[in-house]
């Protein structure tokens, strides 16, 4: 029996706080932007020497960067791209994620020596579609979010196995396809596809007739409100043996735009499951550990559903509600190190003494623990901390490594 390949976990590194937290919880590749043709305005991007240091920390961890070059160019961009490709190879980014065809052959033209790895932008839903990139010279296809799993193993029976396959397995998914949603140009005029998604498919919607100005009907009848564009996040922690069967080579988080906190927790609680499940001998009959599903709601989400992977979203995976982000823990600090039975830390969000926080650990359970005597920089008794980035401490007989997140459960 062939010994089944660990698939690649790959998070999102919005900034050098991103990538750090990615870096520390256990990401065996990033994915991030320059500063042009990446497909996320509200997240900082890594251009010129930002991008050298970025790919420098990754390299000394042994973890790959990815950089976004999945926009759709216009006429007058091209003329930019032979730079941007030339300085992001001398930066040492180890693949270009790309969409559009004549991008990919400008890439290779102008860096030669970088895989090239094309978007779920492309659309690619057959294993035709994926071949015929790989004969252009793709290392890798992202598929379409919108395939079935059993869609994704006829992929990968009828692709060389010389051909990565990666999959979104978290994050926030699209009503349209693959974000080439035209409601935000028409209603905002703010392009999905240069990362400017005004994400008007969670609005609340009513029909408006003709000559009857200001009186909105329904469009179903809801004490709620009408949201029946708005989905749910997915989640697939609890399906890490399915995915890897399936031969999906990288799981792929989704989030460059969201916090350090949450690339931390998503990054963490993926790798865990993937080491739990490969640590075990990789058994048919398998539960992830239930402190990992625990996770998942520890972050800001959506409610959660499977995707496209095992049933319609007709089934399960639309909200038919207000359906924001539901957030019931925040990050009060991060962990400094451990001194003399001290835990020194830096604030971010106000706490008390008393308090009880949880820390969370690379590669293990978080660890509850009570505040207790409390103290500020000046080694001064405090009852809480109330002011951002202020130094503290306080007792803990447990040693806790820098970079730690520091939570609290809020009522």
Not at 42 to 70: P, Q, W
Not at 296 to 319: H, V, W
């Amino acid at each position: 029996m062939e010994k089944m390949k660990k698939p690649e976990i790959l998070s999102p590194a919005g900034d050098f706080e991103k990538l750090e937290s990615a870096l520390y919880y256990g990401a065996d590749a990033v994915y991030l932007a320059g500063d042009m043709f990446g497909m996320r305005t509200a997240a900082a991007s890594f251009g010129g020497d930002s991008l050298i240091k970025a790919c420098a920390m990754a390299h000394e961890r042994g973890v790959k960067v990815y950089l976004t070059c999945n926009t759709v160019p216009r006429n007058d961009e091209i003329p930019l791209l032979p730079a941007f490709f030339e300085n992001a190879a001398q930066a040492g980014v180890d693949a270009f994620i790309i969409t559009d065809i004549g991008v990919m052959k400008l890439s290779q033209k102008y860096a030669p020596g970088v895989d090239i790895h094309i978007s779920t932008q492309a659309g690619i839903t057959n294993y035709q579609a994926a071949n015929a990139f790989y004969d252009l010279g793709a290392k890798r296809v992202v598929t379409a979010r919108e395939l079935s799993l059993n869609e994704i193993k006829q992929i990968r029976a009828k692709t060389p196995k010389a051909l990565e396959i990666e999959c979104f397995v978290h994050g926030a998914m699209c009503v349209s396809f693959s974000g080439r949603c035209l409601l935000s140009n028409y209603l905002t005029n703010r392009d999905s596809n240069r990362g400017d998604c005004a994400q008007p498919c969670r609005w609340n919607y009513a029909l408006v007739e003709e000559k009857r100005e200001g009186q909105y009907f329904p469009v179903e009848q809801d004490s709620s409100g009408t949201y029946i564009l708005n989905s749910r996040d997915m989640c697939m922690i609890n399906h890490i043996p399915a995915l890897t069967k399936a031969g999906i080579d990288s799981f792929k988080i989704e989030g460059r735009a969201k916090s350090a906190y949450y690339t931390g927790a998503v990054t963490n609680a993926y790798r865990c499951a993937v080491d739990s499940w490969f640590a075990s001998g990789c058994p048919d009959e398998y539960e992830t550990p239930r402190w990992l599903g625990d996770e998942m709601a520890k972050i800001s989400n959506r409610e959660y559903c499977t995707g496209f992977y095992f049933t319609s979203p007709l089934d399960d995976a639309q909200i038919y509600y207000k359906g924001g982000y539901v957030r019931q823990w925040d990050v009060v600090a991060v962990a400094d190190g451990v001194k003399d039975g001290r835990l020194f830390a830096t604030q971010r969000n106000r706490f008390f003494e008393g308090d009880e926080v949880e820390i969370m650990l690379k590669g293990a359970k978080p660890l509850k623990m009570k505040v207790n005597d409390l103290r500020n920089e000046e080694n001064e008794k405090i009852e809480n901390a109330p002011h951002p980035m202020m130094k503290l401490s306080f007792e803990c007989d447990t040693d806790i490594e820098p970079g730690s997140y520091i939570r609290i459960e809020r009522e």
